[in-house]
């Protein structure tokens, strides 16, 4: 597999702040972490990426219209517009407006979201929202959220949407930290536990449900908590380690990997507290590992 030009960061800087994405990749992989979030390299978006961009789009369009409309219908319709929204936010997205093919695997996409559920049935409060809290003061954390609903009860719900298939169990682990992630973001901004967090993955019709409980989600916060002052520890000394493993498959940072006999780019110790770590603030799926 060959492995994409890592490229430096064009977009505006914004405040230190841990995603659950940069959290996970962590999680994984201190140096990637590293050049993600401290380097800040990016590489061109995969074509499943670009789809999921795109479809996460014709979604937000679908739910800003009245609930009635939201027909299969609707949704292919704005497929192309969203295509043309996503193209001229992201010049290198890798596809064309014209690229009937790519229109086609969107398509699928959202024919299989219909089977998921039926969103002339949902109330949503919001889509694509950025939420972002700094746990005591000291640890600031960031994400965006799919989709906030609330049902007829009042019970707010979280979902988020996936175009690849569902995990295997190993992969569930990272998809539950992501919601986790989310849930733990709203208890302490807005005081709110969700009544559930769900994960909607097109690529085959399966949905993940996590429902959140505040002694659970502490036990999380203590989790964040120490990954944040192990992030900072590190970034004092730029000590993050590769950990290769089967993800390093999908790692688009090999070339610069020492484990697979590359070497990083000298460390930036001037600048840290001008780089972010939250990710690049422009909405690109991240990869979903097929593992
Ligand atoms: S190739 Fe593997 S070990 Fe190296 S940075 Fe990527 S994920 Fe980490």
Not at 27 to 33: K, V
Not at 198 to 225: A, C, S, T
Request: proline letters at 10%; hydrophobic letters at 40%.
């Amino acid at each position: 597999m060959t492995t994409a030009a890592p490229t430096p960061p064009t977009d505006p800087v914004r405040p230190v702040a841990l995603s659950p994405s940069r959290a996970a990749d962590f999680t994984r992989c201190p140096l990637l972490y590293r050049l993600r979030a401290v380097d800040r390299l990016s590489a061109p978006p995969t074509r499943a990426q670009a789809r999921g961009t795109v479809v996460h789009a014709a979604l937000e369009e679908l739910f800003a219209l009245d609930a009635p409309d939201r027909t299969p219908t609707a949704a292919q319709t704005l497929l192309p517009a969203a295509l043309a929204r996503v193209l001229a936010a992201t010049p290198d997205l890798g596809v064309d407006a014209a690229d009937a093919a790519f229109l086609a695997e969107a398509t699928a996409l959202l024919t299989t979201y219909f089977t998921v559920e039926d969103p002339t049935a949902v109330t949503a409060t919001g889509c694509e929202l950025r939420v972002e809290t700094v746990l005591d003061g000291d640890v600031p954390l960031r994400g965006i959220i799919d989709r906030l609903d609330i049902d007829a009860t009042g019970a707010v719900q979280v979902v988020d949407y996936k175009t690849g298939r569902a995990p295997s169990p190993r992969g569930e682990k990272t998809a539950l930290f992501q919601l986790k992630f989310y849930a733990l973001i709203l208890w302490r901004q807005r005081d709110l536990v969700p009544a559930s967090l769900r994960l909607l993955y097109l690529g085959d019709g399966q949905v993940l449900h996590y429902r959140p409980d505040p002694d659970e989600l502490r036990r999380f916060e203590r989790i964040v908590r120490a990954m944040w002052t192990t992030i900072r520890q590190l970034r004092n000394n730029g000590d993050f380690r590769p950990n290769p493993g089967p993800g390093c498959r999908w790692c688009d940072h090999r070339a610069l990997c020492p484990a697979f006999g590359g070497t990083p780019p000298p460390y930036p110790l001037d600048g840290l507290a001008a780089q972010s770590t939250s990710g690049a603030p422009r909405r690109i799926e991240q990869q979903e590992n097929p593992e």
